[in-house]
């Protein structure tokens, strides 16, 4: 099965700033590990302090679907804000990037 792509953007400007936008690639694999994390982002495009809080969104999410098959997911893009990005925005935005690709199963 071809891998396929979610994006997910969390951004609010209205109050303290929140910024999270995180492009992935997820495909089926076979065998038994369920879940190979791998990011391939520079350091430029998402600082790899937020590495931890999109995993922990995309296994938020994983988790609620009760995603049983084995997953390779592949962090490939997004985009970072120097002022605005948190984690909690990172978290978020990973959850609603790998809920758009799994629609796509």
């Known amino acids: 099965m071809p891998a396929v792509r ?7 400007v209205s109050c303290c700033g929140c910024y999270g936008h995180v492009i992935l690639l997820l495909q089926v694999q076979q065998g038994d590990i369920p879940f190979q994390f791998l990011w391939e982002v520079p350091e430029e495009v998402i600082p790899a302090i937020y590495e931890q809080a999109i995993r922990e969104g995309i296994m938020k999410e994983l988790a609620e679907a009760r995603i049983t098959t084995s997953l390779q997911i592949q962090i490939i893009g997004g985009s970072f804000h120097e002022v605005d990005a948190n984690e909690r925005s990172y978290r978020i935005a990973a ?7 799994l629609q796509q199963l």
């Open 95 to 101: 959850q609603l990037a790998i809920k758009e690709a």
């Open 6 to 12: 979610g994006e997910g953007r969390f951004i609010r």
